[in-house]
């Protein structure tokens, strides 16, 4: 697993690869940002005439629903469609699913249609997509969680077995299953919920990671690794939110392979 993790780290800088991301207008500047000083090259357009021209060139897909409408959803199916057609790896953010009928019933139909690789929320929004499944159930506020990742366990093993997809949990620690192997992303700071954006650059970077690494479980990984040992070096310097984005991304840029393999363990570890 740590020689997996090191490879689509050293990969991911290597090949730079094309992520497309129809993701909200909130968080495209972070995103890109995150992106480009991970070692990717960031693509962000929503016309319905160009997204088969452009899934063709692109190493990958993030669809993230944080700012819908009926134009963004159709955009959405369409792209999902043309990255299968391409054979390109597509990572879902369900973004404040369970806060709007719309938000969950766009997540599921998403999850139905495309079948992403990696579905990846906070444990709310995991929860959200399976409530039959879930241990307990908590709220979604905004896009913010009111459960910690390992609450969402049930139902993020249920997911993944439902739609063959890994599920990543985002949380204190990070919680990612494919339903069979399970893993855990220790580390991360508080500052990271004080900027808006970084759970959505965690679901670009896994689209990134999911366009080189050996399997979608190592690109989940390996994507929230990179993001906590990031924010940990940044958290080390930043006098609070304003100081700690540039930080963070200098952090990433300067990255070692090495500190995002410490970050991830097993789950029974």
Do not use: Q
């Not at 995991?126 to 908590?138: H, K, S, T, V, Y």
């Not at 919920?193 to 979608?216: D, E, K, N, Q």
């Not at 958290?235 to 070692?256: E, M, N, V």
């Amino acid at each position: 697993m740590r020689d997996a993790i090191l490879n689509a780290v050293s990969d991911l800088r290597a090949r730079s690869p094309l992520v497309h991301s129809l993701t909200n207008y909130v968080v495209m500047e972070v995103t890109a940002n995150v992106l480009l000083a991970a070692g990717a090259s960031p693509l962000m357009a929503h016309e319905p005439e160009e997204l088969d021209d452009l899934l063709a060139i692109a190493s990958a897909l993030v669809l993230n629903i944080g700012t819908l409408d009926k134009n963004w959803i159709a955009s959405m199916e369409k792209a999902g469609e043309a990255a299968n057609r391409h054979g390109k790896p597509v990572v879902l953010d369900p973004v404040g699913a369970g806060a709007s009928r719309l938000r969950t019933e766009t997540s599921l139909r998403l999850l139905e249609r495309v079948r992403p690789k990696v579905l990846r929320g906070n444990a709310s929004e995991i929860m959200a997509l399976a409530p039959e499944a879930a241990a307990a159930r908590g709220f979604s506020k905004g896009v913010d969680s009111t459960n910690a990742s390992f609450e969402a366990a049930p139902a993020a093993l249920f997911l993944a077995k439902k739609y063959g997809c890994v599920v990543s949990v985002s949380g204190a620690e990070d919680w990612i299953t494919d339903g069979r192997t399970t893993l855990l992303v220790k580390g991360g700071t508080p500052l990271m919920t004080r900027v808006t954006g970084m759970g959505c650059s965690s679901t670009a970077l896994t689209a990134a990671c999911a366009a080189v690494a050996c399997s979608p479980l190592i690109a989940a990984a390996a994507a929230m690794a990179m993001m906590a040992a990031a924010s940990n070096r940044a958290a080390a310097t930043a006098g609070g939110p304003g100081s700690f984005l540039p930080a963070f991304l200098d952090a990433l840029f300067t990255l070692k392979p090495a500190e995002a393999a410490a970050c991830v363990h097993p789950a029974d570890e």
